[in-house]
Structures are given as C-alpha cells and as structure tokens.
C-alpha cells in the first residue's frame, strides 16, 4: 500500500482545512487508517483513527470535537476535517494504514506511513 496525503497549507488559528490521504491498490479498503502529526521539536504523536469499514473512530483528546476522520472506499482515500484549528495544530500530518487495528495509537502498529503535509496555523 502507498499513501500521499495532501490538503496541508496556511490557515489563521479558527480556520479549517481538510487533509486527503491517496491509497494505491485494492486491498487498502481492509486496512485501519490513522493520521499523525508531529510539530517542531516533538514526537509524532497520534490525532485520529478510523476502522476499515469507517464504523469505528477514535481520536486524541486535543482533538476531539474539532477534527473529522472519514473515508471512501469507493475512491481509497482518508480524510481528516479540521476546523477551529489552533497555533498548537502545527505539524507535518502524515497518514498511516495498517492491517487490523490493534494499538491504533501507537506509530510503530502501523506499516505504511505517506510522506506528510505540513500544517501551519497562524495566530
């Protein structure tokens, strides 16, 4: 499986972007998807998760409330929806996919990462 996520950019802090994440091949819509971020100086650290069949979604506690996974089998893409985004959202996102769903928080459960797409929210 190969991602290329999109969507990054410059907003002010209260705007809203949407990140895509561009799956190759077939077997991506049995995969767990998951977008991570890591901002300057930190860690990659999880933002969301959505099951393969997008009936199961979960997300970071920073989050929650403001961001939106979602997907479309149909096209094999990932979406994170965000809004009222703030300064502290800044960070490269990635998108990640893994076979199952196991550990969904943790960077190293998943396989296949995309290149990432750098989000920067000004004050």
């Known amino acids: 499986v190969q991602l290329q996520a999109s969507g990054g950019g410059l907003v002010q802090a209260g705007g809203s972007l949407r990140l895509s994440c561009a799956a190759s091949?077939?077997?991506?819509?049995?995969?767990?998807a998951g977008w991570f971020r890591q901002g300057p100086g930190k860690e990659r650290e999880f933002v969301a998760y959505?099951?393969?069949?997008?009936?199961?979604?979960y997300y970071a506690d920073s989050v929650k409330g403001r961001f939106t996974i979602s997907r479309d089998n149909a096209k094999y893409t990932v979406h994170l929806q965000m809004s009222s985004l703030k300064p502290e959202d800044t960070a490269v996102y990635y998108c990640?996919?893994?076979?199952?769903?196991?550990?969904?928080?943790?960077?190293?459960?998943?396989?296949?990462w995309g290149q990432g797409t750098l989000v920067t929210v000004s004050s």
């Open positions: 990640a996919a893994q076979f199952g769903g196991h550990d969904y928080r943790r960077p190293n459960a998943y396989g296949y």
């Open positions: 091949g077939r077997t991506f819509n049995s995969y767990s």
């Open positions: 959505i099951n393969w069949s997008g009936s199961g979604t």
